[in-house]
């Protein structure tokens, strides 16, 4: 059960574009051109935290590639795939409530999403999305999940974007639904207001406030809640956790092709809960560190 923890590391990575920066982007002018492919490699490592009676110290590989393009001047399409490997080290293996514990966790992911700009200021944007996130004391037949996301946004005359969405999960053995705002607003000439994230299966897009340093550098300050399920035994028996990070961000843009993000962030108000036993436990507060390099072609 512990192991979902882990899982919401993921908070710590920005590799999929929030639909508000894809909203801005789009509305741009003519002769913006971006870069139709990325791909993006992100490691993290974490303090040690008390989960019930046991401490968990957890390391994370992380990688996406996503694609996308225009389909004439109201149509843009997207897609990517992702997949993320993470390793444990238990101080105290003893899982209460469950018969089995876990040494690693495999997710793959894949997305599409498909947008519609009927003018210059509105834009709608539908995004299915599909995973398969396990422990390696289960399989894959039942790690399935699946959902579509939906938003609307609008484009202010001075460039800033402000909408509404809602996810509609349907994860591993239960259905969320969970809201969100999508924002990309230009406070000053150099701070900026928007989301760190990509709502889905971990939860909603939160909020991070940054500053541009200068043209190559920047620096963020955000917050959000993450949820994260995953299967750790067959039968659907399930691990969740549902946990509160905040983080401090520094950005580097090496280049127009590559940049590269270091975080420090902290996990608090943190529940894991076992199923179908139906069980609970709280997670110490920790802090944790990453490192995410993008590639644009």
Do not use: C, H
């Amino acid at each position: 059960m512990k192991k979902s923890l882990a899982i919401s590391t993921l908070a710590l990575s920005t590799l999929v574009s929030s639909p508000a920066v894809l909203a801005e982007q789009q509305t741009q002018s003519s002769s913006y051109r971006p870069s139709p492919f990325s791909l993006s490699a992100s490691r993290m490592t974490t303090g040690t935290a008390d989960v019930g009676n046991n401490e968990l110290q957890r390391d994370q590989w992380m990688f996406d590639f996503k694609a996308s393009m225009p389909l004439g001047n109201k149509w843009f399409i997207g897609a990517g795939v992702g997949y993320d490997n993470l390793d444990y080290d238990w101080r105290s293996p003893n899982l209460q409530g469950n018969t089995q514990a876990w040494d690693k966790i495999e997710r793959y992911r894949a997305s599409l999403s498909l947008s519609y700009r009927p003018n210059k200021n509105w834009m709608f944007m539908l995004a299915p999305k599909l995973q398969y996130a396990y422990a390696d004391s289960a399989s894959t037949s039942n790690a399935e999940s699946y959902g579509t996301v939906l938003s609307g946004m609008y484009r202010f005359d001075s460039g800033n974007v402000l909408g509404l969405g809602v996810a509609y999960l349907n994860d591993i053995d239960e259905v969320r639904t969970v809201p969100f705002v999508a924002v990309s607003w230009q406070i000053t000439e150099n701070l900026k207001l928007g989301n760190p994230f990509s709502a889905g299966f971990s939860g909603p897009a939160g909020l991070e406030l940054s500053y541009q340093l200068d043209p190559d550098w920047n620096i963020g300050l955000g917050t959000s809640k993450r949820t994260n399920r995953f299967l750790i035994a067959d039968d659907k028996e399930t691990a969740e956790i549902d946990e509160w990070v905040s983080f401090i961000r520094l950005g580097w843009d090496i280049s127009k092709a590559v940049s590269v993000n270091a975080y420090a962030g902290y996990f608090f108000n943190g529940e894991l809960e076992l199923n179908p036993q139906d069980t609970t436990e709280d997670i110490d507060n920790q802090g944790a560190a990453a490192l995410d390099v993008t590639f644009k072609f």
